[in-house]
């Protein structure tokens, strides 16, 4: 039997905890006899094997990090930020010579939403008023010359090359999962051009990991997480990188849960060696 530490935000909490996807892992892990649970901030140190990081912030603090390393393995550990500016093989300026579309995202991972879902406890704790939410959502512009100069100045956005994959009139975006050891890749097709759990049709396509990608989650040290892709015009494109994926709305489905029970096995030769 081995201890899985869980290290979440200190302002997350037992609600928002069970609607990560990692909440689905850890009954995985309890079934097959381990002990798997959330620790919520570093203010004490809870023993035990294996510590995956997992606060829902795109740049996470140092000071979990280092409180992560205390563990004799610490998963996700290495990976500090995943600010779309920091790995987006698309990013255009303006003049760039790019001739095709364009779409305008949030900087921040989820929209900046778990940012300010933080911050609004933050305020409730010190007493203040909640303040006024921002939402980025995705833009689509069919050329460079018609997005907003201030899109380009606002560090809360990026501005990318769109470069969707195609099959017929339907949107196709490719998932790596990541858990330990295991990386498995599976592919959503959407008549929307944003494709997720929410807009994707029914059936989730089990396929070959694209090894460009997988080459990627090494670079950028992904442990744990998930990582979006295309493959466009012969070129494996990163869209995504999530190191806190939510459950999602396939979570209830069996073949979800059969693909996850599969995944949280990724974390047992870690346990082993």
Not at 73 to 94: E, M, Q, W
Not at 120 to 146: H, I, S, V
Request: glycine residues 8%.
């Amino acid at each position: 039997m081995a201890r899985i530490a869980i290290l979440l935000h200190e302002l997350d909490d037992a609600a928002s905890y069970a609607g990560y996807a990692i909440a689905v892992l850890a009954e995985f892990w309890r079934e097959d006899g381990h002990e798997a649970f959330p620790v919520y901030g570093t203010a004490r140190f809870v023993p035990a094997d294996l510590a995956i990081v997992h606060v829902d912030l795109s740049v996470v603090p140092e000071p979990y990090l280092a409180f992560a390393r205390r563990y004799p393995i610490a998963l996700n550990a290495g990976i500090a930020d995943i600010r779309r500016s920091t790995y987006s093989p698309g990013l255009l300026r303006p003049g760039d010579p790019w001739r095709g579309g364009v779409i305008v995202k949030s900087n921040l991972n989820y929209h900046g939403l778990p940012e300010q879902r933080f911050a609004q406890r933050e305020r409730r704790r010190a007493g203040l008023p909640p303040a006024r939410l921002r939402t980025l959502r995705y833009r689509f512009f069919r050329n460079l010359e018609q997005v907003p100069a201030r899109m380009f100045e606002d560090a809360a956005m990026v501005v990318e090359k769109f470069q969707p994959e195609r099959e017929g009139e339907l949107y196709c975006v490719r998932n790596l999962n990541c858990v330990g050891d295991y990386a498995g890749a599976t592919r959503l097709r959407s008549r929307e051009p944003v494709v997720n759990s929410n807009t994707c049709l029914p059936g989730l396509e089990d396929i070959e990991a694209d090894p460009r990608i997988l080459a990627v989650r090494e670079r950028l040290g992904l442990d744990y997480g998930k990582l979006d892709y295309v493959v466009a015009n012969g070129e494996a494109i990163l869209l995504d990188v999530n190191k806190t994926n939510g459950a999602g709305g396939l979570n209830a489905t069996p073949e979800m849960r059969a693909l996850r029970r599969k995944r949280a096995q990724g974390l047992y030769k870690y346990l082993r060696s």
